[in-house]
């Protein structure tokens, strides 16, 4: 564990109460990114940002404009020769709120309940951005800080993030570092500090089935036309085998297989059947069964149906045979798998399945690669010293399910690798109601940050 000599954690601790009311601040502003009808709170949002980033002792803090969505830019470069610049990224957007009536409290009126404090946001990510800026301002009060460092901040993640490439090329000179702190991962348990090492990537499909030019009557022409709800459901089940194996043909031609090391390695974090269980409140796990739970949330793709629309879906009833059926499909995807190749092997799956009764039409609507970093770099082990001090126990080093297309562009732009933490829980219910996050976790969490920075600095 490293010790250092007047670290401000003092300061951290004792504006614990300020950090919180800097979240609450920024949970209240429904920035939802996918939302036509919430620009003004995206910018108003950004706009906070701004503020904070400032105040917490950061310079030429600006925003800048793109297609869509503000990204924040801050910056200190003023830490001398040879000293790192580390660049903090984090997103401001959230998910939609749906469905409304399944929160117990308004979900952009921040509530503590307990150890926790509800509200959509709270974890994903704004909790996680105030936590980084908290741990900036908490070395800033010191009167300098020991490395470079710049904040990247988008209002476009929970929609793919379709302007940041655009802009990291555009200023590729402006968020030149030497290596991203991403803290949008998260720990698996309250006592077992984390840092990700790998990440999904993600594949976007829309799968529309037609069958007739209008919705029909079920009494005249049921039997006659095949129902494209029915056909939709056909096709989407053959996706996958018993097993749970996707059957798209060449599905699994690229994909990394597990070393024994990982494999081992992996298998000792506490992440079993049960384990899964408690976190979803599933009645039993399903999937490929020759590989353990964290390999199939972790190692392994997936391909997941997002939601489905066909007919009528009111109240009461009505015989209608719907003209047309839709899906929205995902593909969480491994190393070596590119996303338009998958789409290229759903393709060739829809050609050999789908029936002469209907037509179908199957959109790609983006995607991103799956990314991964080496766990013992000396950022990474900084990081880790850092979370080991507060914690005062060894860091768990995982696989994540999700994806954070943010991770490999930076890698492909800016030729920075990331190290990725957070101190976000299994069970903080992002994106669904009642999203919330441990206070307790996240005071830690901002203390560690403390110490990572200043850990930097004693490496270089």
Not at 126 to 148: D, E, H, L, T, Y
Not at 231 to 255: K, Q, R, W
């Amino acid at each position: 564990m490293t010790n250092h000599q007047n670290i401000p954690t003092g300061f951290a601790a004792s504006h614990m109460d300020e950090f919180l009311d800097d979240l609450c601040a920024l949970v209240r502003i429904p920035s939802i990114s996918t939302s036509p009808d919430h620009q003004a709170s995206m910018h108003q949002a950004a706009g906070l940002l701004v503020e904070t980033l400032t105040r917490a002792g950061l310079e030429n803090t600006h925003i800048i404009q793109t297609p869509k969505h503000p990204v924040v830019y801050a910056d200190w470069l003023h830490a001398g020769p040879g000293a790192l610049t580390v660049l903090v990224y984090g997103h401001y957007d959230v998910q939609p709120v749906d469905p409304l009536e399944l929160w117990d409290t308004p979900p952009f009126e921040p509530t503590q309940a307990g150890e926790y404090l509800v509200g959509r946001g709270a974890s994903d990510m704004k909790g996680q951005v105030i936590a980084a800026i908290s741990a900036v301002r908490s070395v800033m009060q010191s009167g300098s800080f020991p490395v470079n460092i710049k904040f990247l901040l988008e209002g476009e993640e929970e929609i793919g993030s379709p302007s940041l490439k655009t802009v990291m090329h555009q200023y590729r000179d402006l968020f030149a570092c030497d290596i991203a702190l991403n803290p949008d991962s998260g720990m698996i348990a309250p006592d077992i500090p984390t840092i990700v090492y790998s990440l999904r990537g993600l594949a976007f499909f829309e799968l529309k089935v037609i069958s007739a030019e209008r919705d029909l009557h079920s009494g005249v022409f049921g039997g006659l036309v095949h129902n494209p709800a029915v056909a939709l459901c056909e096709l989407i089940a053959g996706m996958h085998d018993s097993n749970g194996t996707i059957t798209l043909p060449g599905f699994y031609d690229t994909v990394r297989k597990i070393t024994p090391d990982e494999h081992e390695r992996l298998d000792q974090l506490p992440m079993d059947d049960q384990f899964f269980l408690e976190k979803t409140g599933a009645a039993r796990l399903w999937g490929e069964k020759e590989f353990s739970p964290i390999e199939r949330v972790g190692a392994r793709p997936t391909l997941e149906v997002n939601g489905i629309i066909s007919g009528y879906t009111g109240a009461g009833t009505k015989t209608v045979l719907p003209a047309q059926a839709l899906a929205k499909i995902s593909c969480r995807l491994v190393a070596d798998q590119v996303p338009e190749m998958v789409f290229h092997q759903m393709e060739a799956y829809l050609r050999a399945k789908a029936p002469a009764t209907i037509r179908y039409e199957l959109s790609y609507l983006g995607g991103s690669p799956a990314s991964a970093t080496d766990p013992n770099s000396p950022v990474a082990q900084a990081l880790a010293r850092a979370l080991e001090t507060v914690w005062e126990k060894p860091v768990a080093y995982k696989r994540e399910g999700g994806s954070i297309p943010v991770v490999g562009d930076m890698q492909h732009i800016l030729g920075a690798d990331s190290v990725l933490t957070g101190f976000g829980l299994p069970d903080d219910r992002i994106h669904s109601p009642n999203e919330r996050l441990h206070l307790p976790t996240w005071r830690k969490g901002i203390i560690a940050l403390v110490h990572f920075f200043l850990n930097l600095a004693g490496d270089r």
